[in-house]
Structures are given as C-alpha cells and as structure tokens.
Nanobody, 123 residues
Framework: VQLVESGGGSVQAGGSLRLSCEAS???????MGWFRQAPGKEREGLSC???????YYADSVKGRFTISRDNAKNTLYLQMNSLKPEDTAMYYC????????????????????WGQGTQVTVS
C-alpha cells in the first residue's frame, strides 16, 4: 500500500486549499483519515471517514474542513477553508487495515499506512 499526498502549499489566512491522497494497493473497507503535525507538537487527528462515508472531525477544524473519499479512484480528499496561521503543519493521510470504532478513528495509533506528508503554510 502506498499513500501519496498532494495539494499543500502556502496560502494567506482566510484562504483555502484542497489536499488529495492517492492510495495505491489499498483494498480494505476501513477508515481513512487526515492528520497534521506542527514543529514541536504531537501528531493531531483532524478528520476521518469510514468506507461508507461517515465523517468525523476534531473540534479544531469542524466547520472549516471537509473530508471526502472516492472509493472508485482510491482517493481521499480534505477541503480546507478559512485557514488560519495555526493550521500551519505537515499534513498526512492515513489508512487503516482493520475495522475501527468511530471513537477510535482520530487516533493515529489505529492506522497502518501513512503518506509522506504535504506541507501547508498559512500566513
């Protein structure tokens, strides 16, 4: 399984970005998620989505970020609006191999496959 993120970049506060994550070789009917890690901070779960489209968000991004997935294309997305300087971080997508309970889906230790990350900088 290989996950490849794209779509990061630099944007002014209030702007938008759309991240994509192409998952090759991934055929598990489980959760995928987006995480981020800022320098000196722990990796933070932002949003996750089940195979059948149920979505969950951390309070820090609720109402601003939208997660979606296209199972036919094996691609995960994160639409990020109203970006703030505190959103600056490396953003990672992740995919689980086994089934998860919804309350687990923002925990990074529940994911088996990770992308290399894409940098988002908000000024």
């Amino acid at each position: 399984v290989q996950l490849v993120e794209s779509g990061g970049g630099s944007v002014q506060a209030g702007g938008s970005l759309r991240l994509s994550c192409e998952a090759s070789g991934y055929s598990y009917n489980s959760y995928m998620g987006w995480f981020r890690q800022a320098p000196g901070k722990e990796r933070e779960g932002l949003s996750c989505i089940s195979w059948d489209g149920r979505t969950y968000y951390a309070d820090s991004v609720k109402g601003r970020f939208t997660i979606s997935r296209d199972n036919a294309k094996n691609t995960l997305y994160l639409q990020m609006n109203s970006l703030k300087p505190e959103d600056t971080a490396m953003y990672y997508c992740a995919a689980a191999r086994q089934g998860l309970y919804s309350f687990q889906c923002l925990r990074n230790d529940k994911y088996d496959f990770w992308g290399q990350g894409t940098q988002v900088t908000v000024s």
